[in-house]
């Protein structure tokens, strides 16, 4: 299953700084990013509740925003993209 | 239906700044912010047309990124958000 993430995290703090830095990292290393704070990720679900326990672990409730949106299996009609960063294939290689 | 609008506009020229401010002009007409360059539309298919054509004329294919993301009329159970900004109804009053 897909599921993109798109998050807003405060960093008007060094400690949202610091988050902001985390939360990527967790993204980064089971998904994509496409844009500046958005990533798909390809997943199995098991792998999907391991992050998105972490990530609500990581950002602040307070002065954060998590959006999960469940793209399903189906995932590849419901994308379309233009302009610069030419699309990546999730179930490609990771380009990191 | 709704789609979900993701983009990132290359703002390091004065240019770029002003193509930003229009994309998220033509969004904020016919959608909702739900992060910071994150919108989701709930559109008749024809007023996505016109949307989208918008769009691909304001940004700048050669520097910015926009990504659509089609996630059709079932929408409610594919969204979860979690933090601040708490989420909103798209088809409850449009806050602007």
């Given at each position: 299953?897909?599921?993109?993430?798109?998050?807003?995290?405060?960093?008007?703090?060094?400690?949202?700084?610091?988050?902001?830095?985390?939360?990527?990292?967790?993204?980064?290393?089971?998904?994509?990013?496409?844009q500046?704070?958005?990533?798909?990720?390809?997943?199995?679900?098991?792998?999907?509740?391991?992050?998105?326990?972490?990530?609500?672990?990581?950002?602040d409730?307070?002065?954060?925003?998590?959006?999960?949106?469940?793209?399903?299996?189906?995932?590849?009609?419901?994308?379309?993209?233009?302009?610069?960063?030419p699309?990546?294939?999730?179930?490609g290689?990771?380009?990191v």
């Open positions: 299953m897909l599921v993109l993430i798109t998050y807003d995290v405060n960093t008007q703090t060094k400690d949202g700084s610091r988050r902001l830095r985390k939360v990527a990292k967790a993204c980064e290393n089971v998904g994509q990013r496409v500046n704070s958005v990533f798909e990720c390809l997943l199995e679900p098991a792998q999907w509740v391991e992050l998105k326990d972490k990530l609500l672990n990581l950002a409730m307070e002065k954060d925003s998590l959006r999960f949106y469940y793209l399903g299996k189906n995932w590849q009609r419901r994308i379309e993209h233009f302009g610069s960063k699309s990546y294939d999730p179930e290689p990771l380009i």
